[in-house]
């Protein structure tokens, strides 16, 4: 037996004993999916019970190193940890913008104590962050943000608004970029870490067409932030926003597995009872793209952990993965028939398919739109010369 097929085994053996079998069932609501924080409230005993079997095992983030909360895995036992997950469909144990993209960036950025600090909290679910990027006329163009941080000795001071918050009505803490050198477009930012129960935040939800609320407006009057809350260097902080704006579009595109992009075609026409030809042939089309996007997406995740990944690969898959999610949502739509346009009823959860579709209308927006995707393909990927 080799090594792998012995760790494989380690691993089966440990999700059959460890994982309940409510936490088996795809996710169909919010309330399925754990976020964590200090005021976290899970759905059922079992969602506690996976959360913190997975937390005491570094499960939650198995590839960080083991003294900031991680198993401390190779690139290829992680993948098999996928893989074991899998097979078994269980859900991920935690859900965190802190382990999909600021836990990346502190490790390539951060002071040790900040490691220590921020990255067990997040490994364990007990910090839930936010992420304080776009302001109203800095989307993007997110260098022209205006949000200021005035230097005051020891802190700074922090005003400004940021727009498109996801769930900062729930987080504990933001990241956030603030410029702290008027004069320096680019070398102007810094990156802050602060406390949104700090005296002078405040957020106000933003509705959208789907009728959920992730999304907010949030609001800093003069907000006292402690200068060891910088992640990086004085006003470099632009660095440590683009290498975590390619871990975000990493999460958005579904790079690294999941439903939003996987195959639908048997399960579309198993729940329709059968559909017309030609939407059979459009879902077996989808089923085709999303088998290579599979595919494309494990190269893609390898060659990122063994440091050969190109830098704007990221721009790539979340092109493809955002315009693979929406066209799956129309399919699902599209096979659900007049049912699927069910907004409020038991028999349609909600209208949770007509939620979803709605949802993905942003897909293509959030995190850099597809026209800016497509400008920096052309440009750092196909090397195309851009328009003087």
């Not at 983030?61 to 992680?78: F, I, K």
């Not at 993209?101 to 490691?115: I, N, R, Y």
């Not at 407006?217 to 902080?237: A, M, S, W």
């Amino acid at each position: 037996m080799s090594d792998s097929d012995a760790f494989r085994g380690e691993i089966r053996a440990w999700l059959e004993a460890n994982c309940p079998p409510e936490m088996r069932e795809p996710v169909r609501t919010d309330a399925d999916v754990c976020w964590g924080g200090r005021e976290v409230k899970f759905k059922n005993e079992a969602q506690r019970q996976w959360l913190e079997a997975c937390a005491a095992k570094g499960y939650t983030v198995p590839d960080w190193p083991r003294e900031y909360g991680g198993a401390g895995m190779s690139a290829a036992e992680a993948k098999i940890w996928r893989e074991e997950m899998a097979r078994i469909g269980a859900r991920p144990p935690l859900s965190s913008f802190g382990i999909w993209m600021l836990g990346p960036a502190l490790l390539k950025f951060g002071t040790e104590e900040q490691k220590h600090h921020y990255l067990n909290q997040i490994a364990r679910g007990e910090i839930r962050w936010c992420q304080g990027y776009s302001e109203p006329g800095s989307g993007s163009d997110l260098v022209s943000l205006q949000t200021f941080g005035e230097d005051k000795g020891d802190h700074w001071v922090v005003n400004g608004q940021k727009i498109w918050t996801s769930y900062a009505d729930k987080a504990d803490w933001i990241f956030c970029l603030v410029r702290t050198d008027k004069t320096n477009k680019y070398q102007g930012i810094s990156f802050l870490l602060f406390d949104m129960k700090s005296p002078g935040v405040t957020t106000k939800p933003i509705l959208l067409i789907s009728g959920n609320s992730p999304f907010c407006e949030t609001f800093f009057d003069n907000v006292k932030v402690p200068k060891d809350q910088i992640v990086g260097q004085l006003n470099r902080g632009w660095d440590v926003a683009k290498y975590l704006l390619g871990h975000e579009r990493e999460m958005i595109s579904g790079a690294g597995g999941g439903d939003r992009t996987a195959a639908i075609g048997a399960a579309m026409n198993r729940s329709a009872g059968g559909v017309d030809p030609i939407l059979r042939a459009e879902l077996a089309a989808f089923d085709v793209d999303a088998l290579a996007y599979a595919a494309m997406g494990e190269k893609f995740m390898d060659e990122v952990k063994v440091g050969k990944g190109h830098p704007a690969q990221s721009n790539m898959m979340k092109y493809a993965g955002t315009e693979l999610n929406k066209r799956r949502h129309e399919l699902v739509m599209a096979s659900g028939g007049s049912a699927a346009l069910e907004w409020d009823s038991d028999a349609s959860d909600g209208g949770s398919k007509a939620r979803n579709w709605l949802r993905t209308k942003a897909n293509s927006i959030e995190g850099g739109t597809s026209e800016v995707m497509l400008n920096v393909i052309a440009k750092r990927i196909l090397e195309l010369p851009g328009v003087s």
